[in-house]
């Protein structure tokens, strides 16, 4: 579909496609600067100065007792499942990216998905509890903090307690979110965020680990591995997921812009929330269960009855736009190869999961863009929706 024939008019609103995704570039000088000390210390990578002040100032930022960064969250994921010895069954949600699950398949583990609170998004205490009693083989929990929000970490802490489980919360999108005065990353067994350049704290890739407890913390800095510079532990098998000097540079300046980078993004956030708020059908989700979020997405659900189109067709009119919305997650793990041997059974358990896989979109928010910038996005919105009698009819239901 091209804009003309949405809006009738020449060429779309935005001149070169805007991706979702944070996408933090220091300044040139900034960078250019940390470059040149890696070049005059010619040190690239193992347990270098710049990575071991970017653990360092995670671990006071966050208020943890172990910061240890990684070539990827999705590695960080596997280490923790690995360093915990879980090679049973782990229960996850199935709306999360798919390397949640990856991660537990990596180490010999099956998975078991779980449903989410309809109005969170986040793993449903109550399910958890259902899921524990129909599958008593359960080894581990593995929760989801999402879009900027929290999963109710109170009661699952509960839950993992009375059943003597390992709580592990994929932290992946909440960086710099706060439970009322704790970080998150401080309230599982192991947490792990991820850096990638599309998440609010940018390595241009990475992820990091934080625990506090010093045992595990050993084993994960063992597999990781840095050679020569960890003491021998177990020998647990051993992977290479160091973070090279390069992104922990990134890194650093990532985390001194952090307190505005999250600033812009609550203005960015607030400017979605006023430009949709008159808009019949479409719901932006609020960040849940934390005092401070990030704010780094923009997540919104549709109604494809109230709206007048499905979420797909919405999509393609923001892409003939320019605007590179995304169905964040599709189509749910449990549909996805490799996880959908009991898909039929598992879309009945699932089905508020079923439900936001065809109802959600994230649109762009991060360093690309501005409030104007938001303003067209919601008129497109709008004018979609205004509209959406004459072009459901011209654009397929389906992606
Ligand atoms: N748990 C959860 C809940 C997660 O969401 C993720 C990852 C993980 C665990 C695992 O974290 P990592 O192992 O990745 O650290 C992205 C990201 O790769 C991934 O980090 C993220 N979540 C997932 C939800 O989305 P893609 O393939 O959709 O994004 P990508 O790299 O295509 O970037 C989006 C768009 O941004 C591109 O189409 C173009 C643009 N872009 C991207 C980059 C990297 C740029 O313009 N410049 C860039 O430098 O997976």
């Known amino acids: 579909m091209t804009s003309s024939r949405a809006f009738d008019k020449s060429g779309p609103a935005f001149q070169s496609p805007l991706p979702v995704g944070q996408l933090y570039f220091p300044s040139w000088d900034r960078y250019e600067a940390a470059m040149r000390g890696i070049f005059e210390r010619q040190y690239y990578n193992n347990d270098g100065p710049l990575l071991q002040d970017f653990e360092s100032r995670l671990r006071d930022t966050l208020g943890v007792k172990h910061a240890i960064c990684t070539g990827n969250a999705t590695f960080g994921l596997m280490m923790v499942i690995e360093a915990l010895g879980i090679k049973g069954s782990v229960l996850m949600p199935s709306f999360t990216f798919i390397s949640t699950a990856q991660s537990v398949i990596w180490c010999g583990g099956k998975v078991i998905f779980c449903d989410v609170d309809s109005r969170t998004h986040h793993l449903c205490p109550s399910k ?3 899921a524990l009693s129909e599958y008593p083989e359960i080894e581990a929990i593995v929760a989801v903090n999402l879009w900027g929000g929290a999963a109710d970490i109170a009661a699952l802490k509960c839950i993992a307690k009375a059943h003597g489980l390992p709580l592990v919360f994929d932290s992946a999108h909440a960086f710099g979110c706060m439970v009322q005065d704790s970080s998150i990353g401080t309230f599982g067994v192991a947490e792990v965020f991820s850096f990638h350049a599309t998440k ?22 063992g ?10 532990v177990e020998p647990f098998r051993v992977l290479n997921s160091r973070m090279s000097e390069a992104q922990a540079a990134v890194g650093l300046l990532s985390l001194e812009d952090f307190s ?17 708020s008159g808009v019949q059908g479409i719901k932006l989700l609020s960040p849940s269960n934390v005092s401070k979020s990030n704010y780094s997405y923009a997540v919104c659900e549709l109604d494809e009855v109230a709206f007048g189109m499905t979420r797909d067709q919405l999509l ?7 605007v590179i919305a995304r169905r964040y997650f ?9 996880f959908d041997h009991n898909s039929h059974l598992d879309s009945e358990r699932l089905s508020v999961t079923e439900k936001l896989c065809s109802s959600c979109l994230q649109l ?13 996005i919601t008129d497109i919105i709008a004018r979609a929706q205004s509209a959406s009698g004459k072009l459901a009819s011209l654009i397929p239901r389906r992606c």
Do not use: F, W
Request: hydrophobic share 35%.
């Open 128 to 130: 958890v509890e259902e």
């Open 200 to 221: 609010v704290l940018s390595a241009t890739e990475g992820g990091c680990v934080t625990t506090n407890d010093d045992a595990l913390a050993a084993r994960i800095r």
């Open 223 to 232: 597999m990781r591995p840095s050679y020569g510079s960890a003491p021998t």
């Open 260 to 276: 505005v980078i999250q600033m812009r993004n609550k203005s960015l956030y607030d400017a979605y929330g006023s430009g949709l």
């Open 316 to 322: 393609q009119v923001l892409e003939a736009e320019n």
């Open 330 to 338: 599709y189509p749910g793990i449990h549909r996805s190869a490799g």
């Open 364 to 376: 762009p928010l991060g360093a690309r863009l501005d409030i104007a910038d938001v303003v067209r």
